[in-house]
Every structure is written in structure tokens, then in C-alpha cells.
């Protein structure tokens, strides 16, 4: 068997490494093609995929390609057996006779099934049966985006056709990204990041304001640090709904003293996970005892600190996800989605507050709106937030799909099973 890995940034590593790690040790020939076409600078250059990371079982091969032309050009000259990937190919791309593997992640995998139900994959790995029959909202959230971005109307998405396509081409794997939680050392991570032996650790997951739609409230009110600016604002603006947020202090900083509070009174530390695109603001590193960035994709940084964290707390990540599959249960501070500028469409299902929800499992995720987390998170314990072992099974079940540390060789099962059927 030969498979290749198209890496568009290094953060793919997150999701693909597992399955590499998992076809070396299966012996296959085993590439992955990075695309040195992808920015260098701004938002995302730091996730310019210039190296691959380490594995356990082998090295693999490693190609460069510049673009979709470039790739056409190298699957024609070097083809293998099963491209895997997670965006949407061209024609020139799957013109040949190479198959293609699309995998899921998350909202994503309306990038692997257009809204007429035609796709370019001859596989495609889905999270759950949950998310198989959300994908026509899936492909309705993007189809929203692309209208607003162009002031045009959102196309049709055929709910039958999909469905018809996914029953003829999808199978259920799981995220292969949390195979890793099987093999990653607690012990480890906290004596190789320095995080002491016995004090347990809240995972601080800060608010996006970099990618975050910035909304008024998220200007002036939540993200300022003056409360007379924030005053003049509003007067200004007119927008006196948000003159009792000024004066209750529902704001970043608050929310920092908050679970610095929260970390004192059950000796825990408070350890911050970032991201590069999300500066940390001053305020928060004085306020916390450890900051981290990604420091690697495969380990992931984010499932090593949660495999050695008690808590999580975080603002409609879908770290909520990885927490579960990590025995951590989390906390969602979830402000006003109208205040964040979440359109209708997001709220009314991915976004949601409702019990059941992504954001809302009791047991395993405990929602808290802005207000309630300002006004008793800081007099809370640790054990306020326990995880039920079944309630987490179900979310589990629900959204992540498998909890074996097997997905990876579902993908590439699957994957095998494309092949002999071709040949």
C-alpha cells in the first residue's frame, strides 16, 4: 500500500499524525506532501508546514508541492495508491487513477460533499452518525459564510442527495486526532512542560479575539480595559443595553481574576493553552502560572495538557470535544451569541446552549453564561464540575463517535478497502 498525506498547514499533523504513525507501523509507503504554496507570513504563516514531526514507528517519505497544479503534476509522476486528505480536490487533481480519502474534522466536512450531494471522494471518514445527518447543515453553515462574503444568496443544499452520497461513500471512524490520548504519559508532560507532580491543573483556553467577529461588544465593552472608555463608547453608540456589563465588569479581565480566584482557593494552577494567531494578553500571562503555545502537533500540545488537567475551561472551543475523550470535564463561558456576532444559523444548532448540546452536557460540559461565571465561578470548587462517566460515554458516542484509540485504523482499513475494490 501506498498513501500520501496532503499537509496544508502543520496543525494537520493534529488529525493526520496518528494515521501516519499507524501506517508505518503497518509497514505501508508511507508519504506526506506538503504544500509550500501555503502563506508564510500573517494569520497563518506560522503554520506553514516547512517539517514534519516525529513518529514513533518510522519516518516518511516527504515531498514538496506548490499549489493545485504542482500536486496534479506529482500524483501524475509519483502516484500512490490513496491521496488522504481534508479539503476539497479539483478535477485536474482526481483526474488519474488515484483514489481519494476525505476525512472530517468537525465543521469541515463541508469541504468533502458538495450541496448537491456530488463529491470527488471515493471514501469519506465521518465522526458519528450524529454528524453524518448534520452534514446538509454543515454544508448550509458554509454555503451562509460564502453568501455573506459575497453578498449573493446561499445555494440549495439537497438533504436527500447528500444523504444518498454519504450512504454510498462514508463510513464512521471516529477523530483520529484522539488516538493519541492512549499513549500520552500525564507523569510525563508534567515533568517535561514543569508543571509539578501534585497540584491539580486548570487548562485555560482564553477568548479569541483575533478570530472572533468583532462586534461591538467584543470592541468595546468585553475586551476593554477602561471602564470610562467603554462609558463613552456606549454613549456614543448609543448602545445602553450594555451600560449594567460596564458596570458589573463583564469583561476579559474580569473573567482572568475570575479563574485566577477559582485556581487559588482549590490550590490549583492556572495553565493558559494559546495559539499563535491569539496572542496572549498581558494581563493574563502576569495572571497565570504557565503559558503555552504549540509547541508540537503530533504530540499535540493541547491533548498532552489536558491528559495532566482536572479542568478545562474554554468559549465554544470545540476543545470540548477533546476534554471528553480526555476524562476532563470542561466549563463553557458562553456570553450572548447576538453579543459575539454568531449569526442565527449558528446558534440555532452548532452553537447552541441547549441540553445535549456540543456546549451544554451536563456531566461532561457545564455551560455558564457570562454573568452566572463572573458572579460564582471565583467561590467554586473543583469538585463543582465532576465528570459522569456515563453522561461522558454518551458525548462521546454522540460527537466524537469512538472511544478505543482505533480510529486510525478504521481510516485505514477503509482506505484498503477502496484499493482492493479498484484493483
Not at 90 to 97: H, V
Not at 188 to 203: K, S, Y
Request: contains cysteine; hydrophobic residues 40%; glycine residues 8%.
Amino acid at each position: 500500500m501506498r498513501v500520501a498525506f496532503l499537509i496544508e498547514r502543520r496543525n494537520y499533523y493534529r488529525l493526520f499524525g496518528p494515521i501516519v504513525d499507524r501506517a508505518l507501523e503497518r509497514g505501508w509507503e508511507t508519504e506526506c506532501w506538503h504544500d509550500w504554496g501555503q502563506p508564510r507570513t500573517g494569520p497563518k504563516g506560522s503554520e506553514f508546514p516547512d517539517t514534519a514531526p516525529a513518529f514513533r514507528h518510522g519516518r516518511p517519505g516527504v515531498r514538496t508541492y506548490r499549489g493545485s497544479s504542482e500536486l496534479a503534476a506529482l500524483l501524475a509522476a509519483a502516484p500512490p495508491d490513496v491521496v488522504i486528505a481534508m479539503r476539497r480536490p479539483t478535477a485536474d487533481e482526481t483526474a488519474g487513477r488515484v483514489r481519494w480519502f476525505g476525512l472530517q474534522y468537525t465543521l469541515d466536512v463541508a469541504d468533502l460533499v458538495e450541496p448537491s450531494g456530488v463529491t470527488r471522494y471515493d471514501g469519506i471518514g465521518l465522526h458519528s452518525a450524529w454528524w453524518r445527518e448534520r452534514t446538509p447543515d454543515c454544508l448550509r453553515l458554509s454555503a451562509f459564510n460564502r453568501a455573506q462574503a459575497t453578498g449573493t444568496t446561499p445555494v440549495h443544499v439537497d438533504d436527500a442527495a447528500v444523504a444518498e452520497t454519504l450512504a454510498r461513500r462514508a463510513m464512521l471512524v471516529g477523530i483520529p486526532e484522539m488516538d493519541q490520548c492512549h499513549w500520552i504519559d500525564p507523569l510525563g508532560v508534567r515533568e517535561r512542560l514543569g508543571l509539578g507532580r501534585d497540584r491539580p491543573l486548570v487548562l485555560y483556553v482564553p477568548f479569541p479575539f483575533a478570530s472572533n467577529p468583532r462586534t461591538f461588544w467584543v470592541r468595546e465593552v468585553y475586551g476593554r480595559s477602561s471602564t470610562l472608555w467603554s462609558r463613552l463608547a456606549i454613549a456614543l453608540a448609543g448602545r445602553r443595553e450594555y451600560v449594567s456589563h460596564v458596570a458589573r465588569h463583564w469583561n476579559d479581565r474580569g473573567v482572568v481574576a475570575a479563574v485566577r480566584a477559582f485556581c487559588d482557593r482549590n490550590g490549583a494552577a492556572l495553565v493558559v493553552k494559546a495559539r499563535a494567531k491569539d496572542p496572549v494578553p498581558r494581563y493574563l500571562a502576569r495572571a497565570a502560572d504557565h503559558v503555552f503555545y504549540d509547541k508540537s502537533y503530533y504530540p499535540a500540545t493541547i491533548l498532552e495538557l489536558l491528559k495532566a488537567s482536572a479542568l478545562c475551561l474554554h468559549f465554544f472551543s470545540t476543545v470540548a470535544y477533546e476534554a471528553a475523550y480526555a476524562e476532563v470535564p470542561s466549563v463553557c463561558i458562553a456570553p450572548k451569541g447576538d453579543d459575539l456576532g454568531f449569526p442565527a444559523p449558528w446558534q440555532a444548532w452548532f452553537l447552541s446552549l441547549d441540553a445535549g448540546s456540543s456546549f451544554n452536557f451536563p456531566g461532561v460540559v457545564y455551560a455558564r453564561g457570562l454573568g452566572e461565571f463572573l458572579d460564582g465561578f471565583a467561590s467554586a470548587r473543583l469538585s463543582d464540575y465532576p465528570l459522569d462517566p456515563v453522561s461522558r460515554a454518551q458525548y462521546v458516542e454522540k460527537f466524537i463517535g469512538f472511544d478505543d484509540g482505533k480510529s486510525s485504523d478504521r481510516v485505514l482499513d477503509g482506505v484498503q478497502s477502496l484499493v482492493e475494490r479498484g484493483r
